[in-house]
């Protein structure tokens, strides 16, 4: 006993004089601070288990994180890793000199050829015009060959709706190949029952003058078919914009080139 | 005390077998992931394949052969663009190696767009015979995700009279929203169309929801397939950036289902 209380006696004269010493941890438990620290412990349990709590709820939200994020971006990185599935090469110089080798060669080249004459012949000399509906431009070709490009009015993408919902009218240009069914010089405007009903105006009966309308359409007008026309405009100010009902609208001098370019059957590309 | 000292390893216990859990169905998913493209290329294989044996078959060494091969891509872009050339409709040429993606009518090219990156499925770029007869016949669009509206339709009421009308005002051709696309092909073959131009921090946001949407549609499909034991479907894919117009107007133009010829 009184070696032992020798010894805790220097122990604590120790502590006193170096608190950052290597052995503190050793005498802790017997250190009068860290016994009424220990006493403490119970109050600050909580904040403890508050903490702790904490760490596991964000622990597992970044392990749930960490899987989503494997298996939707990881795994598919994965799936273009997998090995088999390019077959080997060959270079053989010898089976270059076979006669089945050349015979499979001649006919593959034949049909290349086929393939080509066959394709590149839809693409005629002929003069055509092409219509971006989404940019609002034309681009006018003779013998292959852009001479003429400029601003278009396409279809709206308006709906037309009546009160009642009975009829409906979708103002769209349409797309595809068409071609010039007639051309006609200074057109008149027979003014189809949308035009009145947009305009809340009561429809006059079919062939009424009242549909009739001179001057709007410029001095030319193409038809491409189910009453659909390439035409002139008053409302210049809205070329390279979509708000037609459907037919594509020139300005007067683009108007007269495509007019005189294209000829009856000649193509019309609209996309 | 003592409940506490009881309840610790239970805990831990608990979440261990979790862990071990988790880990074990990331684990299984994966390697059913990864084992999907070699499913793939067996029905691409099983399907497409060049004969080479019996009276009219090649002969494998040929088949193999790096200028065949070459002759016979070639051949099958060709005979696709022969096909879709047909009819009237527009359709959507890609050809991977001189980077451009032509919009087609009946053979004649009615705009062409220059991609500026692009990245193809293993499974489409190897040199696999069975592969290039499969591009020989053109890809038909079957469903497409977009972050644009392929028609913006404007709904209209009429007016009941001429005191309701009002003249049409100039549209709105300022909307710039974020181009991107996902076509999906007959077949399970998927083309991205990214654009290319710097996207808006706001649109970074709408673009990550629609990659999102995606990704979680396909995982959503593949883990109901794990479950059940089955292999996920793999879609080989074809991604490309191009300018945000041409992406536009490429989108717009192509049908519903519309078609495409991928030259690779």
Known sequence: MENEKIINDGAQADIGKNTDGANVGNVESINPKNISAEEDHPRRKPVYKFLRVVLIFFSSIFVILASVIFILYIVPVLMERHPDNKSELSDNKDLKKDTEYKKQIGLINKDIQRLSVKYNAYTSGQSYIVVNTTENRFYLYTNKKLIREGFCSTGSLTMLKTDRGDKVYVFKTPKGKRSIHGKITNPSWNRPDWSFIEEGLPIPPKNSPARYESGVLGNYAMSIGDGYLIHGTIYKRFLGMPVTHGCVRLNDEDLEAVYNTLNIGSKVYIF | ?264
Not at chain 2, 41 to 59: A, F, N, P
């Open chain 2, 1 to 264: 005390m003592a409940p506490e000292i009881k309840k610790e390893p239970h805990r831990k216990v608990t979440l261990i077998v979790l862990i071990s859990l988790l880990a074990a169905f990331l684990i299984y998913y994966s390697v059913m992931s990864v084992m999907s493209p070699a499913r793939k290329l067996e029905e691409i294989r099983k399907e497409y394949s060049l004969k080479t044996s019996g009276k009219d078959g090649i002969d494998k060494k040929i088949v193999n052969d790096s200028d065949y091969l070459r002759l016979l891509k070639e051949k099958a872009f060709l005979q696709s663009k022969t096909l879709m050339a047909v009819t009237d409709s527009i359709y959507l040429t890609l050809n991977m190696l001189d980077s451009t993606a032509n919009l087609e009518i009946s053979g004649v090219v009615v705009h062409k767009a220059k991609m500026s990156k692009m990245e193809i499925s293993k499974i489409l770029s190897g040199n696999e015979n069975a592969v290039f007869s499969m591009l020989s016949t053109p890809f038909t669009i079957s469903s497409a995700l977009s972050t644009i509206k392929k028609e913006p339709v404007l709904i209209k009421y009429a007016p009941k009279d001429t005191s309701e009308y009002k003249p049409d005002v100039m549209p709105d051709t300022s909307i710039a929203e974020p181009v991107c696309y996902i076509l999906e092909m007959k077949g399970g073959i998927r083309i991205y169309v990214y654009q290319d131009d710097a996207v808006k921090t706001k649109d970074k946001i709408s673009l990550l929801r629609f990659d999102l949407t995606d990704r979680i549609k396909d995982t959503w499909i593949a883990l109901k397939r794990v479950a059940v034991a089955k292999l996920p479907e793999y879609h080989p894919f074809i991604k490309i950036r191009l300018p945000r117009t041409d992406a536009k107007i490429i989108y717009r133009a192509l049908p519903k289902n519309g078609q495409i010829a991928v030259f690779s």
